[in-house]
C-alpha cells in the first residue's frame, strides 16, 4: 500500500503562482503520478501526469502551458508548478499513482489517492 501525502495548497490572489508536492511512501518509483482536481461543484478531473521516471508529462488543456509536473525520485516526491492561476484553478487537488497504462488523465487509471490539499484563487 502506498501512501500520498499532499501539501503547498493555500490563497493567492490571480496571477501568483504555487507549488504543490505529493510524497509517497514507501517510495515507489514504478508508477505514474498525476495531479487531480475537484471545484466546487465540478466532478474530479486530472490535469497532470508524469511517467514512472519522468521522462514523459501529460496535461489538461485547461492548465497547459501554466502547470508543470515533475518527479524527484530520490526523494519520492511529485511537483506541481502552477503559475499564471485563475479564480477557476480554485479546488481541492490530489495526488495519484498507479501503474495501470491506461489513459494519463482518468481516475480509473490510479490505485492511490492522497487526501488533497486545497487551492483558492481570489481575483
Known amino acids: 500500500q502506498v501512501q500520498l501525502v499532499e501539501s503547498g495548497g493555500g490563497s493567492v490572489q490571480a496571477g501568483g503562482s504555487l507549488r504543490l508536492s505529493c510524497e509517497a511512501s514507501?517510495?515507489?518509483?514504478?508508477?505514474?503520478m498525476a495531479w487531480f482536481r475537484q471545484a466546487p461543484a465540478h466532478e474530479r478531473e486530472g490535469i497532470a501526469a508524469i511517467s514512472s521516471a519522468g521522462h514523459n508529462t501529460y496535461y489538461a488543456d485547461s492548465v497547459k502551458g501554466r502547470f508543470t509536473i515533475t518527479r524527484d525520485n530520490a526523494k519520492n516526491t511529485a511537483y506541481l508548478e502552477m503559475n499564471s492561476l485563475k479564480p477557476e484553478d480554485t479546488g481541492m487537488y490530489y495526488c495519484?499513482?498507479?501503474?495501470?497504462?491506461?489513459?494519463?488523465?482518468?481516475?480509473?487509471?490510479?490505485?492511490?489517492w492522497g487526501r488533497g490539499t486545497r487551492v483558492t484563487v481570489s481575483s
Open positions: 495519484a499513482a498507479g501503474a495501470s497504462p491506461r489513459s494519463p488523465l482518468i481516475e480509473s487509471t490510479y490505485n492511490f
Open positions: 514507501p517510495p515507489e518509483y514504478r508508477l505514474r
